[in-house]
């Protein structure tokens, strides 16, 4: 008696292969509008992770750090001999200028941040300071402290999808250092 030898002939392996890339095509084509909206989720999943791991390291080396935020990019600042540097110890917290048609959008402590190049003083007096050190590394306006505490802020990623309609996604820091996709109102 001759024993039939079991298996898939190459014909159906390559229809099995054929059919599973039409599927995934399918997919693909379906979630294209999702475009700018993954965009907007990873940018503000990054800037999410890089932060809590530069809280991290603020609580570890027992240094100052810093978030200075522009409306298409932010970077990460350290304190350093008296002055605000940027960290350049780590690829990852490198200066981070976001996509096409991304832009940010600042609340600190409840104020909204007024991101001109001129700044007002608080005792109503103009502040200019022609200091070009200070202009290439301006002073942060979210802090990150050693004892893991930080500025409150609302940090929001702003885009419009392939409709014109505005997309919006936030990230909320409370004084206790604690980073929300959201407004902790919400989590209540």
């Known amino acids: 008696m001759r024993m039939r030898q079991r298996g898939f002939t190459l014909l159906e392996v390559m229809l099995v292969v054929l059919l599973m890339g039409l599927m995934a095509a399918a997919v693909t084509l379906a ?20 932060t809590e791991a530069l809280q ?13 935020v522009d409306k298409q990019k ?3 600042v350290m304190l350093k001999d008296g002055k605000w540097q940027p960290v350049e ?15 940010t959008d600042l609340e600190v402590e ?7 190049e001129q700044q007002q003083s608080w005792f109503d007096e103009p502040f ?49 250092g604690r980073i929300v996709l959201g407004e902790f109102d919400e989590l209540s």
Not at 56 to 68: H, M, T, W
Not at 93 to 102: S, V
Request: charged residues 25%.
């Open 74 to 76: 932010y970077h990460y």
């Open 31 to 50: 979630m294209g509008n999702g475009g700018q909206q993954q965009a907007l989720s990873r940018e503000v999943q990054r800037f999410m992770a890089t």
């Open 56 to 68: 991290d390291e603020a609580v570890l080396s027992g240094g100052f750090f810093g978030i200075v």
């Open 89 to 103: 110890q780590d690829n990852l917290l490198a200066a981070r200028e976001l996509p096409e048609g991304i832009e």
């Open 128 to 176: 200019i300071d022609d200091d070009p050190q200070k202009k290439k590394f301006p002073e942060p306006q979210i802090m990150l402290l050693p004892s893991g505490e930080m500025t409150g802020f609302k940090l929001r990623f702003i885009t419009l999808d392939d409709n014109g309609q505005q997309l919006e996604k936030l990230v909320s820091g409370d004084a206790l």
């Open 110 to 116: 409840g104020l909204p941040l007024e991101q001109d």
